[in-house]
């Protein structure tokens, strides 16, 4: 088929890839002027590994990024609010932090057809008679036998799912974050965190090798207000140091240098939902289908997944209608259950509640190491809760000690 591809983020790049290999014509247009990576550190879930594998990339991604065997998070008085290792899930389950620079990277080094990406298109519209797009500057591309906005969270071409929209709107908490070389870092498999209330939280994550600087190095992230993010300047820089020192006090040397607001990347978050995620020739995947809060990490992971479940769908159906729906019915669960846990949670770390703040303390540890509930909260980590696993018959692939069980 002839497809076109508006976005190269992570959905963007792994759906050129993956639909290249099958022989399809592949024309990816983004609005950016150059190529490169948007966004912080990021953890790969064993859902995400998974593609990766089947793609022949984990040995690398592997080489680039730090594993991670243990979340912990706790008050500033040292009292574990959360406390979940991947091997209690089952053996050799871990996880894999990641800079955006590094996935990008190894995505762009294995599309062929990288080169010919069309930059600077900001692609607006959608024609869904003639299968066609439209850039701002008025230019008609296509026709195509199917469109994928892989377009992000700010997606331009979600709204031509017209009355699929069922939610879109900008979470109230957002967060500021920067990159931290640290070659001594003493936690390298622990993504650490620290909360005070509900009001303030801080979080590093060991994220492996950085494209073009030498070390290792760790992303810091510190959760604001939406509009404190907005309007984040150089005045506000002492009071995030003045709080990091009260509430984690070894982390002030790392952060001793920074001064400048422009020295920390501001990230804010959009909350959506489709009720189906394609229209005619048009689908919609990764955030541009369902943005959500990062409390659960898998936005990566989930944009992998789209376009691995994409690709397997179109497989397996010569018609685009009825691929499109083998696709929404893949992916509908999986992706229903992370809003909506993502959306409950969210409050509990991010919010003016403060009272929430007193419940999480007082029973997410506890609720963590009992039978009944830890099991189902580990598969809520690794990003297997409500996943349709595919079998080695339908997907070509042997079972995967990543992602299996």
């Not at 959905?11 to 290249?20: C, E, K």
């Not at 099991?375 to 018959?393: C, N, Q, V, W, Y």
């Amino acid at each position: 088929m002839k497809i076109g591809i508006v976005g190269y983020g992570t959905a963007g790049q792994a759906s050129a890839i993956l639909l290249s290999e099958r022989g399809h014509d592949v024309t990816v247009f983004e609005k950016s002027p150059s190529l490169g990576p948007v966004g912080a550190g990021f953890l790969l879930q064993p859902t995400g590994l998974a593609v990766l594998e089947r793609m022949g990339l984990l040995p690398r991604a592997l080489a680039l990024g730090q594993r991670i065997d243990e979340l912990h998070g706790a008050t500033p008085r040292g009292r574990a609010v959360m406390a979940m290792r991947y091997a209690d899930r089952r053996a050799e389950c871990f996880g894999l932090g990641m800079t955006r620079g590094a996935l990008f990277e190894l995505l762009r080094e294995a599309h062929a057809g990288a080169a010919q990406v069309r930059t600077g298109h900001r692609i607006v519209a959608y024609d869904p008679t003639a299968g066609t797009i439209r850039d701002e500057a008025g230019a008609v591309h296509g026709p195509y036998d199917l469109v994928i906005a892989a377009d992000g969270a700010h997606s331009a071409l979600r709204t031509h799912c017209e009355g699929n929209v069922r939610r879109e709107r900008m979470y109230p908490w957002g967060a500021v974050w920067c990159l931290l070389r640290i070659d001594d870092w003493h936690a390298p498999t622990h993504l650490l965190q620290r909360y005070a209330g509900t009001k303030c939280m801080i979080g590093m994550l060991p994220v492996g090798e950085r494209p073009g600087h030498e070390g290792r190095w760790v992303t810091f992230y510190y959760s604001l207000p939406g509009d404190a993010v907005e309007r984040f300047d150089d005045g506000a820089i002492d009071g995030l140091k003045a709080q990091v020192a009260t509430l984690w006090p070894e982390l002030t040397p790392h952060i001793a240098h920074l001064d400048r607001a422009e020295q920390l990347n501001r990230a804010r978050y959009r909350d959506v939902v489709l009720r189906q995620p394609h229209r005619g020739r048009l689908v919609v995947i990764g955030d541009a289908a369902h943005a959500m809060s990062p409390q659960l990490g898998q936005g990566v992971n989930m944009a992998l997944l789209d376009a691995a479940a994409l690709a397997e769908c179109l497989d397996e159906h010569a018609d685009v209608g009825q691929a499109l729906e083998a696709y929404r019915g893949q992916r509908h669960a999986h992706v229903r259950i992370y809003q909506r846990m993502s959306r409950w949670l969210t409050p509990l770390f991010q919010s003016d509640y403060t009272v929430l703040a007193w419940w999480r303390d007082l029973c997410f540890g506890p609720l963590g190491k009992a039978p009944g509930a830890r099991r189902p909260m580990l598969s809520i980590l690794t990003g297997e809760a409500g996943h349709r696993r595919r079998s080695p018959a339908t997907s070509g692939t042997k079972p995967s000690p990543l992602h299996s069980g």
